[in-house]
């Protein structure tokens, strides 16, 4: 099973995957590990690829699940990276982006989309 593990010291982050990653692949788990900087900060991912780019925002976890949209074309490069703000919004520290992988090219019959878009981050506040 494909799965990424993003560790993060201060603001440099290194990634490593497990397995492949292929266009419209779905259910992909991030796991995300921070150094101590990190501690009381309001955490979101960044997701890039695919000339998609989306944030997730990591409430009381720091595992997500990887967002179809950045899968969706071959040969695009997954970039991965968490931005950190203070308790009033305020930008702390931006990780740098880490280049994963490559995205390969997928089976695809019928050419129908794999899921839900992602929600917005005001959505995803929201809900919470």
Do not use: C
């Not at 900060?41 to 997730?56: C, D, E, R, Y």
């Not at 490559?102 to 129908?112: K, N, Q, S, V």
């Amino acid at each position: 099973m494909t799965q990424i593990t993003v560790k993060i010291d201060h603001a440099v982050a290194e990634a490593e995957l497990t397995g492949v990653l292929t266009s419209r692949m779905v259910g992909v788990p991030v796991r995300f590990e921070f150094g101590p900087i990190w501690d009381g900060l309001i955490k979101a991912a960044v997701f890039q690829g695919s000339g998609a780019s989306i944030t997730v925002m990591l409430f009381r976890t720091n595992e997500v699940e990887l967002p179809y949209e950045v899968l969706m074309s071959a040969g695009s490069t997954l970039k991965i990276g968490v931005e950190g703000r203070d308790p009033e919004g305020a930008l702390v520290i931006p990780s740098t982006l880490v280049e994963v992988g490559r995205i390969l090219e997928g089976a695809d019959p019928h050419g129908t989309e794999p899921g839900e878009p992602t929600e917005p981050v005001w959505g995803q506040i929201m809900a919470k």
